[in-house]
Nanobody, 122 residues
C-alpha cells in the first residue's frame, strides 16, 4: 500500500503563504482519494481539503485561501496555503483513502503520513 511523507511546514507570520507537499510511494497514487487534515494541541483532527478523480472539496474555513492539488507524474499531493492565520497553527497531515469518494472525517482514511508542523505567528 502507499506510504506518505509530508514536508514544507515551518514558521511563518500571519498573512504569509506556505505550500505543503506529501510524497507518496509504494502504491498507485492516482487511484487514491487524498486529503489534508490538521490537528492543533488539545483539539481534534480537523478536515482541511480532499481531492479525488472527480474534483476537490475544502473546509469552509479555508475556502478561497487554500488549494489542494496533485501531480500524478510526481506522486505528490500539495496544499497551497495563503493568508495564514495564527489559529491555523497545527500539525498538518496528509491521508489516503483506498476506496470511496472524498470524505471529511478522519476515520474514512486508511493511510496517514507522520505530519508536518505549521506555526503561524501573529
Amino acid at each position: 500500500q502507499v506510504q506518505l511523507v509530508e514536508s514544507g511546514g515551518g514558521l511563518v507570520q500571519a498573512g504569509d503563504s506556505l505550500r505543503l507537499s506529501c510524497a507518496a510511494s509504494g502504491g498507485t497514487f492516482s487511484s487514491y482519494t487524498m486529503g489534508w487534515f490538521r490537528q492543533a494541541p488539545g483539539k481534534e483532527r480537523e478536515f482541511v481539503a480532499a481531492i479525488s478523480w472527480s474534483g476537490f472539496t475544502c473546509a469552509d474555513s479555508v475556502e478561497g485561501r487554500f488549494t489542494i492539488s496533485r501531480d500524478t507524474a510526481k506522486n505528490t499531493l500539495y496544499l497551497q496555503m495563503n493568508s495564514l492565520e495564527p489559529d491555523e497553527t497545527a500539525v498538518y497531515y496528509c491521508a489516503a483513502r483506498s476506496r470511496g469518494a472524498r470524505a471529511t472525517t478522519p476515520s474514512a482514511y486508511d493511510i496517514w503520513g507522520q505530519g508536518t508542523q505549521v506555526t503561524v505567528s501573529s
